[in-house]
């Protein structure tokens, strides 16, 4: 990891809600169009096999439920009865999944889903879960909490399996192409300028000045080849440019709205690199559940399309039959 990211403490997740209320499904979607399939569909089945038929699993961190989809999905094709609860800390909108497919709907009603509660604090009696699984989302975790927790939920033989970020991989590359941009765009007050702008009611003209220097500012700075967080926030100034004082109400709400978007974006980005950069700064993150009385079973990596290293795996096991 080639720079530190700081990160104040995510406390209200509001730019993670204002993403799953798009009604994505996955936390990539330029990658994946529908649900993960592939080698990363693959392995969640394989940790599906041998659960007793009416296990009980639980999906952490979920977002719009795309790991608990597979689930319900493995639950209709192998005709099990499995219980399946998911969990987020976020506001989340797995119902809007449907926009895109309606033959979601199906899977989505075998989902208990629970938002705005973090995993840490999540109350279910001792020993509810034959498996708690979780796809880049524990390693946001207060990770003690969270090993806690899964000690204190998952049933004696039952399973914890872990999806995480890994470090070095093209999808962290990109991440930090992503990063670069937005720093150029803070630094530039564009976004802040855009935003003064829209709410007065009359702009004077020292505004235009400074949006019009934080353009000239962010083309002279762009040297990403592909730079499409710059090229919106630029898009956006130029209609504002344009428009001056002619928009409409509801076209300043509409521009309020879209740097607001900017603004999540770069929340939701500098808090996934601050993910990695905690796994990267650890030899064995994924130690502290051994310490706390799980038992290492396998770990491993995914890579999607045979090449692509997706992520990392742990699976760990609770051996406490007392």
């Known amino acids: 990891m080639s720079q530190r990211i700081e990160r104040k403490p995510l406390t209200d997740f509001d730019s993670w809600s204002n993403y799953w209320a ?4 996955t936390s990539l ?14 392995f969640w089945y394989r940790q599906f096999e041998g659960l007793p038929a009416r296990a009980s699993l639980l999906d952490v961190c979920t977002g719009n439920g795309a790991i608990a989809l597979l689930a319900a ?16 800390a976020a ?13 979601w709907r199906v899977y989505l009603s075998q989902v208990e889903f629970t938002d705005q509660t973090p995993f840490e604090s999540f109350s279910a009696p001792v020993h509810s879960f034959d498996l708690i699984f979780s ?27 872990i999806v995480s970020h890994a470090v070095d991989t093209e999808i962290l590359t990109t991440m930090f192409g992503e990063y670069k941009q937005y720093q150029q765009l803070i630094n530039s007050a564009l976004i802040q300028s855009i935003r003064s702008a829209m709410q007065s009611g009359k702009v004077e003209d020292p505004v235009w000045r400074q949006i019009e220097r ?29 428009a001056k004082n002619a928009l409409p109400e509801a076209g300043k709400a509409q521009i309020i709205a879209a740097c607001s978007q900017l603004e999540h974006g770069y929340a939701r980005l500098t808090h996934m690199l601050a993910a990695n950069q905690k796994i990267n700064e650890s030899s064995d993150w994924t130690q502290v559940f051994v310490e706390h009385g799980l038992a290492r079973l396998e770990q491993g990596s995914i890579r999607y399309s045979g090449k692509h290293r997706v992520g990392d795996y ?9």
Not at 22 to 25: K, L, Q, S
Not at 29 to 42: K, L, M, T, V, W
Not at 314 to 322: M, P, R, V
């Open 22 to 25: 798009g009604g994505v499904m």
């Open 29 to 42: 979607p330029e990658d994946f169009s529908g649900n993960y399939d592939g080698e990363i569909a693959e």
């Open 73 to 88: 999905q493995y639950k209709k094709e192998n005709q099990t009865d499995f219980t399946i609860q998911a969990l987020d």
């Open 91 to 103: 506001q989340i909108y797995p119902e809007r999944l449907t926009a895109q497919n309606s033959a």
């Open 135 to 161: 796809q880049y989302g524990l390693e946001y975790c207060d990770l003690p909490a969270a090993a806690v927790q899964c000690k204190r939920l998952i049933k004696p033989g039952g399973r914890l399996v």
């Open 214 to 242: 934080a353009i000239g500012e962010l083309q002279d700075a762009q040297v990403i080849e592909w730079a499409p967080v710059i090229d919106y926030a630029l898009q956006l100034a130029r209609h504002v440019q344009a």
């Open 314 to 322: 742990y699976i760990f096991s609770q051996q406490d039959y007392g």
